[in-house]
């Protein structure tokens, strides 16, 4: 990677970092070079832009937030690039509520929503095209020669449908305003310290919480960036299969890796880091590490999802075995937790209370347990009553999904885990069985065994639909499948 020009004294150089210098030039560039770099360049500003394909759908989701908010100022940042050492920076990634009201995905941008008539004049504030007569373009970490060309402002306003203006501007502007104000917190410090006399913590949660349930319901829009998610999901989970010998010889990183290219050529990124866990590992839910080894006879449990070019991401497991054939008693274990799935799948219609596909998840389980004879003398009634399944199904079965793989996480509880299933949510369904490596309790052959099963169900207008169907769940049928893509 490039370096920036170098200051010519370090003590300068502490003083005002880098990047921070966007005026004025380095020591070193002569005034013949400042020169020559402001002239010389084409004009590149592109006319007549279509608006982006979620336009309308954006313009709809400001009018719910203007409706909700009526007189009041809202600000909506995008957030900024975080720094990781010196002149490098963690990747960005939009703040999910500015992305899901504007469609936009630039760094700093914020989106104001300005009281006006009956309801709001929306405007998004965006960093202009670099300068090219103070030499930013160039000496900027942040310039465009840098990290390539921006949109003017012309140009975002046709392609977002929504005015746009100098985002350098709008802290002053917040200063001086007058009236109501909430901001969406956490996404941007100098958004935060303009407003800081005018907000308070209280009011601005009530926005983020708004924004949360406005987000439980998905429209056209998402659902097919949803369906775009799984299926770049699936042709990711193939291609794992199609390289497990080569994880075998290598570790999990190489499952990691593989999830990884699918997720970058086909979306944006990976919704979430993927959990490749074999063996024993499959027991810890959030294994991120994947540093391990991948070994014949064990299972691989693969939890991973694209998130798409318009940030949608899927959430998918699937529990493998590593050599293609699952062992009676690694079937015994999957059979259950599918059957669980099962359950929990026709669960999920609208009217449904949201708890009830986690119920009709862990009655099972809880069945199998019984069965096995892991719960003493107890039977299935009292098992659920004490919650003793929870020793190996430790989680809840499901979620929200859509922008963040936990979708809704502000939303209230009378909203979410308390109210009901409606047409247009889409959840995930993913029970699980974890038999710790260090657990007295079950017999020996049981310890190391974890299961997961989990797709992503669309609550239609008379019951579901499973977005992540195109992989298949059933022991048989997955064994079947490996064979098949294995071969080719
Ligand atoms: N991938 C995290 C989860 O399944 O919730
Ligand atoms: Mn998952
Ligand atoms: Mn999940």
């Known amino acids: 990677m490039a370096e920036q020009l170098t200051p010519e004294t370090p003590e300068e150089s502490e003083e005002q970092p880098i990047k921070q210098r966007k005026n004025g030039l380095y020591p070193g560039v002569s005034d013949e070079l400042a020169e020559n770099m402001k002239s010389g360049w084409a004009d590149t500003e592109l006319h007549g832009l279509e608006p982006i394909a979620q336009a309308s759908h954006t313009a709809d989701r400001r009018a719910a937030l203007s409706r909700r908010f009526p007189g009041e100022r809202l600000v909506i940042p995008a957030g900024n690039l975080r720094t990781r050492s010196n002149d490098t920076e963690y990747s960005f990634r939009a703040s999910t509520e500015?992305?899901?009201?504007?469609?936009?995905?630039?760094?700093?941008?914020?989106?104001?929503?300005e009281p006006k008539g009956e309801g709001h004049e929306a405007t998004v504030y965006l960093l202009p095209r670099s300068d090219r007569e103070n030499g930013e373009f160039w000496l900027d970490g942040q310039g465009e020669l840098w990290v390539g060309r921006r949109h003017s402002l012309a140009e975002a306003e046709q392609l977002l449908g929504i005015p746009a203006k100098d985002v350098r501007e709008l802290p002053a502007a917040l200063r001086e305003a007058t009236g109501p104000v909430r901001n969406v917190r956490g996404h941007d410090a100098g958004i935060e310290a303009a407003l800081t006399d005018k907000v308070t913590a209280e009011r601005d949660e009530e926005l983020r919480v708004y924004l949360s349930e406005a987000r439980l319901v998905k429209d056209a829009f998402e659902v097919a960036e949803l369906r775009k998610a799984c299926d770049a999901t699936a042709r990711g989970f193939e291609d794992v299969v199609k390289v497990l010998d080569k994880a075998e010889a290598t570790s999990e990183r190489y499952i990691e890796g593989t999830f990884f290219l699918r997720a970058r050529v086909e979306g944006n990124d990976i919704g979430y880091g993927s959990i490749c866990a074999a063996g024993p590992h499959a027991t810890t839910l959030h294994w991120v590490r994947n540093d391990g080894p991948v070994r014949p006879g064990e299972l691989l449990l693969l939890d991973a999802g694209v998130e798409t070019n318009e940030l949608y991401t899927a959430d998918v497991t699937r529990t493998l075995p590593i050599n293609g054939t699952f062992s009676p008693l690694q079937r015994k274990i999957y059979d259950a937790v599918y059957e669980a799935q099962e359950a929990g799948i026709a669960a999920v219609k609208p009217g449904a209370p949201y708890r009830a596909f986690h119920d009709a998840a862990q009655r099972v389980l809880a069945e199998k347990l019984v069965e096995w004879g892991l719960c003493g003398d107890l039977d299935v009634e009292k098992v659920l009553e004490l919650g003793l399944q929870r020793r190996w199904t430790l989680h809840g079965t499901g979620h929200m999904l859509g922008m963040d793989v936990h979708d809704c996480a502000a939303a209230r509880t009378e909203t979410y885990v308390a109210g009901d299933l409606e047409p247009g949510m889409c959840l995930t369904v993913e029970p699980g069985l974890y038999f710790q490596a260090d657990d007295l309790t079950v017999p020996e052959e049981y310890r190391g065994i974890g299961v997961r099963i989990e797709d992503d169900i669309?609550?239609?207008?008379?019951?579901?639909?499973?977005?992540?169907a195109s992989l298949p769940r059933r022991s048989d049928e997955v064994e079947a499948w490996m064979a098949r893509v294995k071969q080719g």
Do not use: F
């Open 458 to 468: 669309l609550v239609t207008e008379d019951g579901h639909e499973n977005l992540s």
């Open 98 to 113: 500015y992305a899901y009201l504007t469609g936009d995905q630039t760094q700093d941008g914020v989106l104001v929503l």
